[in-house]
């Protein structure tokens, strides 16, 4: 398997932008997290779906946040509008069930908002 | 959740064992111990994962004493390669699909030549 896969790796939008990530999870795993990563706040996790359903978006920081995961095999974040403290690193993971609390990160997404 | 406190940076020489604390008073009975390893510019990766006494894989050991109220990670003759953040996680999947797992602050390990 390719492991999970995100696009773009890198994203530079101007304020006030509609900006979506984007996600493919290992297949046969049947969770999905988001998470984001700044140096100020380290890793917070955003929302998590678990076969395809979202499960707690409490990390998801305000209404601009959006998370979607239509089948198993792909998952998007949008952000609508984009603001400049936005800018962080995007990663998404996913995990299967009876894994244990093992689950793969994708390579990530930078994301910077001017 | 359980709250982790790790020590914010190591160093240690090429070849040496590097032994990385973590504590966590309040482990609830169900939580599990896990850490991640992270490079720059790199989402984390699972080392090891486990809930009571010793638990060794390829890559490391985790020591955790009868009260779990504190592990440790043991990676064995670092090299150059070893050079990341460290992150110590405790939780667990509980019912229905929940997920009580947070990542903390992480320990930034420099290994010198």
């Known amino acids: 398997d390719a492991g999970v896969i995100q696009s773009p790796r890198h994203e530079v939008t101007e304020m006030g932008q509609e900006v979506t990530l984007r996600c493919k999870p290992i297949s046969g795993h049947d969770y999905l997290f988001w998470y984001r990563q700044t140096m100020m706040r380290g890793l917070e996790l955003l929302i998590y779906?678990?076969?395809?359903?979202?499960?707690?978006d409490s990390g998801m920081p305000e209404d601009r946040f959006s998370a979607k995961m239509p089948n198993a095999s792909f998952s998007t974040l949008k952000i609508q509008p984009s603001e400049p403290r936005d800018s962080a690193v995007y990663f998404c993971?996913?995990?299967?069930?009876?894994?244990?609390?093992?689950?793969?990160f994708g390579q990530g997404t930078r994301l910077t908002v001017v | 959740l359980a709250k982790t406190t790790q020590p914010i940076s190591m160093d240690s020489y090429e070849g040496q064992e590097v032994n990385i604390t973590c504590s966590h008073n309040?482990?609830?009975?169900?939580?599990?111990i896990t850490w991640y390893q992270q490079f720059p510019s790199q989402g984390p990766r699972f080392i090891i994962q486990g809930y009571k006494t010793k638990v060794t894989n390829e890559v490391a050991s985790l020591f955790i004493p009868a009260d779990r109220k504190s592990s440790t990670l043991s990676l064995p003759r670092v090299s150059l390669s070893d050079t990341a953040v460290y992150y110590c996680?405790?939780?667990?999947?509980?019912?229905?699909?929940?997920?009580?797992?947070?990542f903390g602050k992480g320990t930034k390990l420099s290994v010198i030549p």
């Open positions: 996680l405790v939780g667990t999947f509980s019912g229905a699909g929940s997920y009580q797992l947070t």
């Open positions: 779906f678990n076969n395809n359903v979202p499960i707690d």
């Open positions: 309040n482990i609830a009975t169900n939580d599990y």
């Open positions: 993971a996913s995990r299967k069930t009876g894994g244990g609390t093992e689950a793969f």
